[in-house]
């Protein structure tokens, strides 16, 4: 396998492009994704190389995005759906829950509905209260969709050329301050399967959990940490749903310690499940202190750079409570 | 199909009467956006910003036949219409700097100014968010019994959200005091309007309601005050809501970054060039002897001006503190 370094947008739009050249059935809608590229440029040049009936700009209507993705997915194609800023999933809403996830099931799992949505979330770029969503783990909450959230550039496109193949409505998180971070991508097509998780790194005190950029953060928190002697063990789950649960409970049952990192929203949040999961299994007799989470506050994102910089976990508190919770001081 | 009243406004006395007034919102509504541009080259501003130059007479002519008591209710592009509703630039400023003297107190940022006092109800990071809003705002007159009216703008792009469709009609069906404000700047984002709908001009979507429709050229603001005006009457008179299009262009990028691959550097300059709404009721007024050019380059400096003293203020007011993180989140 020929690897290089590339970003996590080139290795999205990578996934993108030989999914398209290897089956005709993909093909990609939403919104300025033609001549634009993306709001983001994940997009851009795909437009040149596969012309605008496989490449398609629709108008602003994003219940009609999600639409056209189940109703061409229904009837044999493979489309892979843009929501411009994850905020907008809101608008979709109905035909996502209501419709995409439990259309296979009602109909006595006789239809498959096989698209990727794909949409970037996280806060940190000063854009405000209704562009800095992070609201995947609605989506984690609905049976029938399953819920992919990469942080890394190699994962990402592994990740998606899965997400493409599999046969379910699969929503695709991305995250806006990752598409420029760098990491080794095979140049050829591979798949990291969904519903694995993966231990980021390996450590004895602590046991992290962390999705999506705090996946990085965590990384790079136990960095540090690691000059006190203190070794976390980093695990990114990868796919939210179905949740592969065995290598987290391995992982608590070795370091008899666990903390939850996510960037949504602590309350109703992501980390609660993992908890859960946790207190519920065999790793609960290995525990040795409290279960703790570190999560964005109970607050919309604000504008001002201070205290959005405040809303969401940093490296420094990931540092600050992993600290205080492999130290015993929990 | 129901359509506008059209009166013959005597257009010489409007001049008179309103020009300079108009004339020197626009100015200041030019300036702002192009120090708002400034600002962010320079580095000072975190977040993005939706600039209207270009777009100037759509806010100031459909604003000026509002009360200080009417409702406005605005998008991602709003500065103008913040301004034209009687915002303080300062106050607008310090909210794009993130200051804790800014409007939302530096939660908002550019894309959610809201003036509550002037009846601003709000900028808005979602397109066409505020269009069904309208309609409760509307059914809040009706039962509230008062005379107000509200204006809803928003882009040619949400016109086809589902949500534009629901409220135009609920609006309709109930003789709601909803002015419809489309303002048709050709683009949403990369798309134009071209291909986005099959309609000719979306106000021809007013048939569907059972409402006036009509389209209005949006760099006239004589133009859009003589619609806005008797759009407003109608619905004060409680006969119900309009929809308006003014046919405007927008002449910065989409937002802060935007390469503008989808329209040609001829087109800008060719509607900067012959219809800018600023030079047009400029020279209008000085053909009409109401104005002289030197008067009008003054204005022009006031307006600047004002600016930079609103930047100044913004520059000058604290940042909000961390502490106070989760204020403002419940009642
Ligand atoms: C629901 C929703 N979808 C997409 C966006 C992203 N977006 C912001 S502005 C814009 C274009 C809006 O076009 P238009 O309504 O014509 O207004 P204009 O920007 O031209 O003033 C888009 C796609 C958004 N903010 N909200
Ligand atoms: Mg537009």
Redesign the pocket.
Known sequence: MSTREITYLEAIREALQQAMHADERVFLIG??IGVYGG?FGVTRGLLDEFGSERVIDTP?S?AGIAGACIGAALTGMRPVGEI??MD?VT?SMEQLVLQAAKLRYMFGGKATVPFVLRTPGGAGTGAAA??SESLENWFVHVPGLKVVMPSTPYDAKGLLLAAIKDDNPVIFVEHKLLYRTKGPVPTEMYEVPLSRSEVKREGRHLTVVATSLMVQRALEAAETLAQEGVELEVIDPRTLKPLDARPIINSVIKTGKLLVVHEAVKTGGFGGEVVAVIAGSDAFDYLDAPILRLAGADVPIPYNRTLEYHAVPQVENIVETARRLAGGEV | MATLKVWNMDKTHILQTHGRDWLYKMMLIRHFEETAEQLYASGKVHGTM?LSAGQEASAVGTIAPLRPSDYILS???GHGHCLAKGGTPARMMAEFLGKNTGYCRGRGGSMHIADLETGNLGAN?????GVPIAVGVGLSIKMRRTDQVVVVF?????AN?GAFHESLNMASIWNLPVIYVC?N?R???SMPVTRSMKVERISQRAAAYGIPGVTVDGQDVLAVFEAASQAVHRARAGEGPTLIENLTY?YKG?SKSDQQAYRTREEVKEWQTKRDPITKLRDRMIQAGSLTAEEAATMDQQAAEEIVRAVEFAEDSPEPDPANLLMGVYA
């Open positions: 919104e300025d709001a602003i994003e411009q800023f907008f608008l209704q562009h | 939706h998008t991602h592009r990071g979602i397109v066409g968010g928003f882009g040619d792009g949400a959200e303002e700047n683009y949403a984002m927008r989409h």
